[in-house]
Every structure is written in C-alpha cells, then in structure tokens.
C-alpha cells in the first residue's frame, strides 16, 4: 500500500514495507538524509526526529506507525535561515564530526519547547540519550544555556 | 592525467576562465614534484594544487580529511594568512587523492629519536625523511600531523600566490609590485585603482612565482585566533555530507555480512533472503555475503536472514587466550628498546616498587558506522568514502575489482568520526566489490553497527611490567617492559608500541622501556593516539606509584623530574597545578589524580576530580593544560583537547572488547558504551605556547586521561586499578 507522511510540512509518499523504519524512509526514500544512522536499537539518538513535536527516535518508528507531522533537522531550520537554536550552535562552535548533531539538536529542540530555561540537571536528564564519540558535551550545554537566554529576549 | 582533470572539473566546476596558482616550494627538496591533480594539458594554467581561482571565486584545496578536528578550516586559514583572503570569501575542498597532497610530517614521526630533544638539525632530517612521503605518495590524515606538514608549505603556497597577483596588476598598471598592497582578495594601487584577483587570474598564471618572506606571528590576522569553522553551518542544518548521505541517482543500498571470526567463509543460504521485500541482488563475496536492496533497511533484515557458514577463527578464541599470548610474548627477545639510560641494571639500594599492568583491545566505534558508495563500469570506477587515507584506498578499491588505479576516482566526503579506523581500506574495497556485481549502478554499502563493532581493527590489548627504585624521596631507576602487538606493522624495531613510555621527559637517571611483540592474529589498527594510548596509562601510573612510594605529592614529584629534562613540558604542569588550584590534600569524599604525557610534540597534563556519591563515583572536574607550541586556532585546539581526553576517559571508564569463540562479543552501543553528557565533567583548558616546534592537538589529549582519573580513583578510595577499564574495579554512575 501507500503511504503518506507529511515532513517538515510537505506530503510525502511511499509504498515500502509497513515496518521500515521512519530512519530509513527519510534518508533512502525521501532523501532527507539529515537524519543519522548511528545503532538502529536507539542506543545512540542520532535519528532524532520530531513526531508533532516529540522527540522519538526515528530508527524505533515504522512507517505503518508514524501517528503525526514529522519534523527532522531539516524542517528546523536551514542554512540561510537558521533557528535560535542552530544559531547558538553555530556560535558556540559545538559540532567536531557533526555526525551526531542533527540528533542533538533535535533533543534539545524538544527539551526547550518543554523546559524553556532548563537547569544543567534538566539537560543531562534530556541529553542521555544521545552519544557524540567527539565529546562535545560541553558545547552543547552552553549551546543549550545560550538558546534558552536568547528564546526569553 | 585526464582522469583527474575530470575530477577537478567536475569537483570544482572550473569555468572557462584561466585557473591560477602560485607553486608550492620551500619545503619541496626535489627538482620534480608530484605531478599536480589539478593541473591537465597545456591549455589550463594549474600551478599549484592548493589555491585555485576562477571567475567565481577562490578555492582553496584542504586535502586533509575532515573528520572533526577542524583541519579544513585552519588549512584553509594557514593559506589565506599570506594569500590575502578571508575565510568567509573562499570555498573549501578536500580536492582529489594526488600525490602532491603527501604528508611530510608523518613520515618523519618514524624517525627514532626522542621528540622532544628534536633539534634544528634533527627537524631538517625530518623534512627530509618527508620528502620519501613525497615519494611514497601516502596522503594520510593522522598521527596529528597536518599542522606539522601544513605550516610552512601552506603559508608559502599563499604568500607565493599573492606576489603573482600583485606583479600581475603591476605589469597591468606599469607600476612597481612593491608599491601594490593587498587585502580580502584585492590588489591596491597608491592612487586607488583596485584589482581583483579574480580578473588577474589569466595574466598571473603567466607569471613565475617566487618564494616569499613569510609574515611574522605578531601580523597574523587569521591564524592563532579562533575561527568561525567552515564546517559548522553545514553541521548545524543537516546538510553536511557524510559518505553516509552520498546520493546518486538511481542508487541501490547495500549491506554486508562478513566472518565474526575474521576469516573465511564455508557457505551461504541465501534461499529465505531471496524472495524478501525490496531485495536486489545476493552477492558472493567469497568471504562474506553483500545484499543490494532498494532501501538500506530491507537490506539488512535479508542479510540477517542469511544462513552462513564460517570458517574458524585464526586467533585465540576467547579473551584469556589473547593474554596468554601477550604473556608469552615477554618470552621473546625484546623488539625495540628505544631508551636505556643509565644502567638499570646495577644494585640500587631504595624502596623497590614493581607493578603489572593490563589493557583490553578497545573499538574505535566512530559515530558513523562504516561505509562507501562505489558505481563501477567495466571500464572505471568512482568511490565515495569517507577515507583517512584517499590514496591507499583508491589503490586497495581499484586492485579489489580488478582495474587500474588510474581507472579509479575517489572522492573524500566528511568522516563522521575517524579515530584511526578510517584509515584502514576494508569498507572502501567491500564497497567496490559489491559494486561490481551491479554495473552501472551507484551501490552504497552501509555496514550495521554489529558489523562495524565486530569488524574492526582494533587497539590491541597489550601487558606491562614496571618495576622502580625511590631513594631519599626521588626516582632513581625505572624499568619498563610493554608487550602488544605491532601497532605500526612495518617490520623491524616498532618504537610506536613503546611510544609514551620511553620518549617521556623525565629526568630519571637510569631509566629503560623495552617493547615486546605478540602476534596475536585479530586485525588491529590505529586508536586516536596509537602507541600512547596504551603506554600513557602504565607510565604515568607507574609515575604515580613512584610518587606515592616516594611520600611525595605526586604534581610535584613530576615537575621536578620534568624541569630537568623539558621545560615546556614542566610549564604545562605548572599550569595545571595554578589552574586546578593544586593543594595535595582534597575534601571527603573527594579524590584528585594528576597525569602528564608527551606525545606527537605536544606535552600535555591533566588533572581530574571524582567524587564519591550515593549512586556511584562521579567524574566532576578535569583541567587540561597543554603546549602545542602554536596554538594556530585556539577554539579548535581547545575542542581537540576536551574531545581527545572524553575518548580516553570513555575508554578508561567501560572500553573493553572481549572474545568468546574467537567472535568479539560486543555489537552495539549497549554493550561498548561511552561516556555521556551526565557521565562526562567539566573542562578547563589552558593552552601554553613555550614549545619550539609546532605539535600536534588531534590525538594528545588522549593518552593522559585514564591515568589521570585511575590517580584521582586511587586519592579517592586507596585502591589502585592496574587494569583497564576502571569499571571492573570501580561503581561509576552511569
């Protein structure tokens, strides 16, 4: 059968197998290849993806279960016009390898939507679940701290 | 040469306009350079294979592979110094592997001396010893040498560059070049005419450039201040590409089954794989099995649907084998004893202290599991891959399905994480083999997690013995012996499998490290900082116990040894002893451990606090302080430096690959983990620029973490871990 999905606002359509994952409709099929594979068990949060508004973790949803908008790093913003967030990113020099980061950023997308000046126990709590073998942590949380001070201006 | 001038005009979109460069002197010895990539037939005028301008614009070629370390953005930056640019007015390539992209620095690190003794006359024999990289032709991102290689000849590139833009509008203007000034990609006449390099491009091919005086430090604009890195707004939106994100139109998915035992394959049933959805091709790789799907995912449920066969391992088949074999090893005639000072061997009288230490392999598991895309023809190929050594895969893709060299183009997309392992060519030709089953059709091969744990090329375990001798509170004797396997592999005396332990700057009198080799059959590879990953945990454990043994406060135990010997490295304590506000004694329930090590020309120390909490010992604090002599970038080398200490704390604090017959028993995240954003601490990072030589940043933050948290563990608790990692002998919150 076919599917449609809508991501970052726009209907897209497919006819893979009910139980591909999201993952790897967006990055093979749709060719949203933002989206990361780092593990496929979410043990590592690269594919971070919003479902209207939540982070899940896109390599876990199959396509037959996706329930709402989709929204990847994409969506968030792009590079001529960037959101809050990837702007303190950006100005915090966060990403070495960047490969986790769209994963990242998409966690702390969320953790702002809810927590809108989040404590550095809020961002461990949020942040766990994504791995970055290039230890950028730090950087994130500033990054994290920064966006939040801008998001209240 | 037509193949790479297809690679140039089709990577950088060359224009009918002249191409123009300077050349590339100063450190090239030899009448004959490499042949430049980008340089075709006599109608383009390529001069040098870094700085190439057109009509659209500049580009400058980082032929370095990016795999986070911000190489292109300080390459680029150590060009447009001299050149007159801005960072934000060029682009940024990798360019094609060539020859002419060798790395002078690495070559030389093989040299056998102590590196931080280096002298003049030592540093011109390695630039010469370089100039055989040249000859080899290996371009290679490692051993933490683009600086090192990059320094001179990139600043020369563009200083040579600029003085040909600059006679190019004197010659137009019937002027003297002395007279011209330049600025942001503009030649300035006296009286306000004004040039763009972009229109002089044509006239300043013609011109032969000339090696120039390099700029003093005190009139840098770009370099040793932090840059805005070229890469980030990619890396912020998403749209960075990974040879993971390689799309070709038309393109098939792949993924690969191979041998958990590292060697053959009996047979394969491929019948319940077949028929499954989305499923292309089974593809025989003789030693392993490749299924080509329409989407990465049906991919990989039909070759997990396989049933194979496989050949028996060649190598111990459990953990405890593999230490046998290193403990046997000792047996052995020793390989390399790079130090022997003093005799070791005389009768001392002191306090003898004797330790025995043990470390696991470890996996480099880089965020982006392995992969390359290949499209092959009968004729020709074009890879895409994420490669640490462009030439060396090229070479090993082309031989795998049987075509020329010559015949292959390869190009180098970002690396989502390198840490040695994408130096190695096994996922490039896995790639062009799968592609050849489908010619004519781009195939991206994408190994799943499992298979990139359990297929790599690991940090060998290794084994150490030390034994010391203290008298009236200082270090008289120290005897090291260190077996592992061969990490450099290329015969004869391996000084890398010592490195860390015997090229330390301590003022210790009699002082020995020995090496010992153990084949021990696994493939095993390059970890972020090679030989001193092992070596910097057992000496400066080692370092630690001494101290102890000593009664003495272990920071200061080592500045003394160290100001004998090196003061830059003393320096870098120094600073760590001002910075972590160094006492000695810590709170309950606090520990501090305090660790130094020099290591590809960078002395690096580093303190770390713990704490002991209700649910576990938690990593709080680490100071870093660290002397690259120039800090060409300082946000980058402080990026490097947290990072590279984060690698060597995850691998000290749970790394660890274990064998049970003769398969690696860990496949995902959930069984080797790292640490996390509530596991990782704080970080205080101080850069100090004393050391006479330009080192490296990527790798020498690793090494001194685990001994630095295995000190503070030992301040903590009384306990001293002599096994990695730290888990087995420590509850960490987790």
């Not at chain 2, 450039?209 to 003093?216: K, N």
């Not at chain 2, 990072?643 to 749970?654: D, E, H, I, Q």
């Not at chain 2, 001293?720 to 888990?727: F, G, K, V």
Request: hydrophobic letters at 40%; proline letters at 5%; a negative charge.
């Amino acid at each position: 059968m076919t599917y449609t999905i809508s991501v970052n606002g726009v209907d897209h359509q497919t006819s893979l197998p009910a139980d591909v994952p999201l993952l790897w409709v967006l990055r093979d099929e749709f060719g949203l290849t933002g989206t990361k594979f780092g593990c496929g068990v979410a043990a590592c949060g690269a594919c971070t993806v919003h479902i209207d508004g939540e982070a899940v973790r896109s390599c876990q949803v199959q396509l037959g279960d996706v329930w709402g908008k989709v929204s990847t790093i994409e969506g968030l913003g792009q590079p001529d016009n960037l959101s809050v967030l990837q702007q303190a990113w950006l100005d915090n020099q966060v990403a070495q390898c960047g490969y986790c980061q769209s994963g990242q950023i998409m966690q702390a997308a969320e953790l702002l939507a809810n927590t809108p000046d989040p404590s550095d126990a809020d961002i461990d709590e949020a942040m766990q679940g994504n791995l970055c073998r290039c230890g950028t942590y730090p950087r994130i949380r500033a990054a994290i701290h920064d966006a939040a001070e801008r998001m209240k201006a | 040469m037509s193949k790479l001038k297809k690679i140039a005009r089709r990577t950088f979109l060359v224009g009918s306009a002249a191409i123009v460069g300077g050349v590339a002197f100063g450190v090239y010895k030899y009448r004959q350079d490499p042949e430049n990539p980008l340089l075709s037939d006599a109608s383009s005028h390529v001069l040098n294979p870094f700085v190439f301008v057109n009509e659209d614009g500049i580009t400058l070629i980082a032929p370095k592979s990016e795999m986070g370390q911000g190489v292109h953005t300080t390459w680029a930056a150590m060009i447009a110094e001299e050149l007159d640019v801005e960072l934000d007015q060029v682009n940024v390539l990798h360019g094609p592997p060539a020859a002419a992209y060798f790395n002078s620095a690495l070559i030389g690190l093989a040299l056998p001396f102590l590196d931080y003794k280096v002298t003049g006359f030592q540093e011109n024999l390695r630039g010469y010893v370089g100039e055989a990289g040249k000859l080899i032709g290996i371009q290679v991102t490692g051993g933490s040498t683009s600086m090192k290689d990059g320094f001179e000849r990139m600043r020369q590139v563009g200083a040579s560059t600029r003085e040909v833009f600059k006679q190019a509008a004197a010659d137009r203007w019937g002027l003297n070049a002395a007279d011209l000034t330049t600025k942001a990609g503009l030649v300035t006449a006296p009286d306000g005419r004004e040039a763009k390099y972009t229109e002089l491009a044509e006239e300043a091919a013609k011109l032969e450039p000339r090696e120039v005086e390099l700029r003093i430090a005190t009139e840098w604009r770009l370099l040793g201040k932090s840059q805005p890195r070229i890469d980030m707004l990619a890396k912020v939106t998403g749209t960075a590409e990974f040879g993971a994100d390689i799309h070709v139109p038309g393109m098939k998915f792949a993924t690969v089954r191979m041998n958990p035992k590292r060697s053959g394959m009996v047979r394969f049933d491929a019948s319940a794989a077949e028929n499954m959805a989305g499923v292309e091709r089974i593809v025989d790789l003789g030693d392993g099995v490749a299924v080509i799907a329409g989407n990465t995912w049906l991919a990989m449920q039909a070759a997990d649907a396989i049933d194979v066969t496989w050949e028996a391992a060649n190598y111990p088949e459990t953990t405890d084998g593999f230490f046998a074999a290193l403990e046997d090893g000792f047996a052995n005639e020793a390989n390399a004893t790079p130090r022997d000072e003093g005799d070791v061997e005389q009768v001392f009288e002191g306090t003898r202290i004797t330790a025995d230490y043990k470390l696991p392999f470890l996996a480099h598991s880089t965020m982006e599991p392995m992969n390359a895309t290949a499209l092959y023809t009968q004729s020709a190929m074009t890879i895409w891959v994420g490669s640490q050594a462009p030439l060396m895969a090229r070479d090993a893709a082309a031989d795998a399905v049987g075509l020329p060299k010559e015949s292959v183009d390869l190009f180098v997309p970002y690396l989502g994480g390198g840490f040695g392992r994408r130096s190695d060519t096994d996922f490039s030709t896995v790639a062009a083999r799968v592609a050849k089953a489908m010619p004519g059709v781009a195939i991206k091969t994408m190994w799943s997690r499992e298979e990139d744990m359990r297929h790599d090329s690991y940090r060998p375990a290794a084994l150490a013995r030390f034994r010391g001798v203290i008298k009236d509170g200082q270090a008289v004797m120290l005897d090291g012996q260190v077996v592992s396997k061969s990490l450099l592999d290329f015969g004869g005396a391996d000084r890398e499998n010592v490195s860390g332990s015997f090229d330390q700057p301590y003022g210790i009198p009699n002082y020995r490290i020995r090496g010992y080799l153990a084949d021990l059959g696994v493939p095993t590879g390059y970890w972020r900082s090679v030989g001193s990953s092992i070596n910097g945990f057992v000496f400066d454990s080692f370092m630690d116990e001494m101290a102890h043994a000593a009664g003495r406060d272990p920071l200061e135990f080592r500045l003394e040894l160290l100001r004998r010997e090196h003061e830059p490295s003393a320096k870098v304590l120094e600073a760590i002893k001002e910075t972590s506000g160094w006492t000695g004694s810590t709170p309950d329930g606090v520990g501090r451990g305090v660790a130094f090590t020099y290591s590809f020309g960078t002395p690096v120390a580093e303190a770390i606090e713990v704490q002991d909490t209700d649910d576990g010992i938690k990593i709080t604090k680490c100071w870093i302080a660290a002397d690259p002599g120039i800090a060409l970038d300082p946000s980058i080398v402080q990026a490097q430096l947290f990072g590279g200490a984060t690698y060597g704390l995850s691998a000290a604090v749970m790394g660890e690959i274990t064998f049970a017959d003769g398969e690696v028993e860990q496949f995902n995240f959930p069984d080797y983990d790292a640490l996390r954003m509530h596991t990782t601490p704080t970080f205080d990072v101080h850069i100090l620029q004393n050391n006479r030589f330009i080192g490296g940043i990527g790798e020498p933050g690793t090494p001194p973490a685990a001994p630095a948290l295995a000190n503070a563990l030992f301040d903590l608790t009384g306990i001293r871990a002599r096994e990695l990692p730290l888990n087995k002998t420590f509850d960490f919150i987790l």
